[in-house]
Each structure stands twice: as structure tokens, then as C-alpha cells.
T-cell receptor, first 116, second 113 residues
Framework: AQTVTQSQPEMSVQEAETVTLSCTYD???????LFWYKQPPSRQMILVIR??????QNATENRFSVNFQKAAKSFSLKISDSQLGDTAMYFC?????????????FGGGTRLMVKP | DAGVTQSPTHLIKTRGQQVTLRCSPK?????VSWYQQALGQGPQFIFQ???????QRGNFPDRFSGHQFPNYSSELNVNALLLGDSALYLC????????????FGEGSRLTVL
């Protein structure tokens, strides 16, 4: 079975500081993508960052970066210089690549509160 | 360039009724997936459509059915609604085969009374 575990249900950080959200996953597949999505109260799922499993280099998008440890099946998200607008639910997810279809498997989410 | 659009945004039904939710994929995308997100939880995969066929299905009963039209838009139908079907239903579009891009709509919030 494919699973994603986010062990931190809630986290808080002061504005301008750095926070790291944890994610571990389990799959027997070797070819997959990993994602972090942000879901504010407006509810739309917004892509934060994406990592292809075959790439060893960690993905970065402005203030967002990941620490991808393939052997450990770990995919943490680091948010630098946190802003009030980063307050949201964050979901870790992965999608395996096969000819039968591509389903996203999500974790349970981490609620992040950025405090002024 | 329109993104993924879903309708309706909110709806209220009573137990036993039927509901149809609609999704138009991002321009250029040919694959549509549906997810159910219960309050406070991560989304759960319902099914995926490509070339008007259901290609993969999650662990959902037959009360959940879908359709994809030649213009790639899709419908999700839920029959015999239960209280537990109350959730946010998210539609996502992508390409087949998957290229790494996947975009979500804003969702349809279903409340079953």
C-alpha cells in the first residue's frame, strides 16, 4: 500500500523565521513525483513545490525548498523568511507513474500558523 | 488561459438524494481526476478519466460514478447520498501520460443533511 505520513498536525512560526514540515512516504515504485501543496481557507489546492524522484538535487522555489532523502523515503519542506500569507494547511503527496493511471496519495496535512 | 473550473461551488442535499458535480480541465489537459476531502483530512482519490474511460479507481463504492465527455470535461455522480458524503470534492487535470503538471480546481462543497 502507498502511504504518506505527516507527523506534525500543527505548527507555528514567527514571521520572518524558518520552519520545516516533515513528510515520510512509502511506495514500492521507483519512478514517482513528490509534491507539497498549500491549501488556504479559500480551499484551492496550490502547488508549492515538486520533486522528481530520479533527480538527486533538491528542488527550490524562492523561499521554499525541500530535503529529499530517497533511501529514507523522506521529503521535508523548508519555508524561509515566513510570511503571514504562508498560513495554511500544507499537504505532502506523491504520484507514481504507470500505464494504469496516476493517482495522488496525500498525507493528513500540517496546519501552519505564521504569527506576527 | 482558464484553469480548472468546477461547479457548483456549494450545494446542500438530503440523505438519499443524488448529486452531479462538474469539472472542466485546464486548457490542453486531457485527464481528469476526482478527490474527496473530508473536513480536516487530506484528499482521497476517487477515480481518474482519460479518453472517456475510467482508468483507475480508489476505494469508493459504486454509488460514486463518473463520466468524461469528448471535450475532456467530466462529471462526478453520487447516488443515495449519506451523511458521510459531506465533503469538499476536488477535480484535478493533467496530461496522459503524466508529465508532472497537475492542477486543482477550487472544489465543490457538498453538505448532506
Amino acid at each position: 500500500a502507498q502511504t504518506v505520513t505527516q507527523s506534525q498536525p500543527e505548527m507555528s512560526v514567527q514571521e520572518a523565521e524558518t520552519v520545516t514540515l516533515s513528510c515520510t512516504y512509502d511506495t514500492s515504485e521507483s519512478n514517482y513525483y513528490l509534491f507539497w501543496y498549500k491549501q488556504p481557507p479559500s480551499r484551492q489546492m496550490i502547488l508549492v513545490i515538486r520533486q522528481e524522484a530520479y533527480k538527486q538535487q533538491n528542488a527550490t522555489e524562492n523561499r521554499f525548498s525541500v530535503n529529499f532523502q530517497k533511501a529514507a523515503k523522506s521529503f521535508s519542506l523548508k519555508i524561509s523568511d515566513s510570511q503571514l500569507g504562508d498560513t495554511a494547511m500544507y499537504f505532502c503527496a506523491f504520484i507514481t507513474l504507470n500505464n494504469a493511471g496516476n493517482m495522488l496519495t496525500f498525507g493528513g496535512g500540517t496546519r501552519l500558523m505564521v504569527k506576527p | 488561459d482558464a484553469g480548472v473550473t468546477q461547479s457548483p461551488t456549494h450545494l446542500i442535499k438530503t440523505r438519499g438524494q443524488q448529486v452531479t458535480l462538474r469539472c472542466s480541465p485546464k486548457s490542453g489537459h486531457d485527464t481528469v481526476s476526482w478527490y474527496q476531502q473530508a473536513l480536516g483530512q487530506g484528499p482521497q482519490f476517487i477515480f481518474q478519466y482519460y479518453e472517456e474511460e475510467e482508468r483507475q479507481r480508489g476505494n469508493f463504492p459504486d454509488r460514486f460514478s463518473g463520466h468524461q465527455f469528448p471535450n475532456y470535461s467530466s462529471e462526478l455522480n453520487v447516488n443515495a447520498l449519506l451523511l458521510g458524503d459531506s465533503a469538499l470534492y476536488l477535480c484535478a487535470s493533467s496530461l496522459w501520460p503524466f508529465t508532472g503538471e497537475l492542477f486543482f480546481g477550487e472544489g465543490s462543497r457538498l453538505t448532506v443533511l
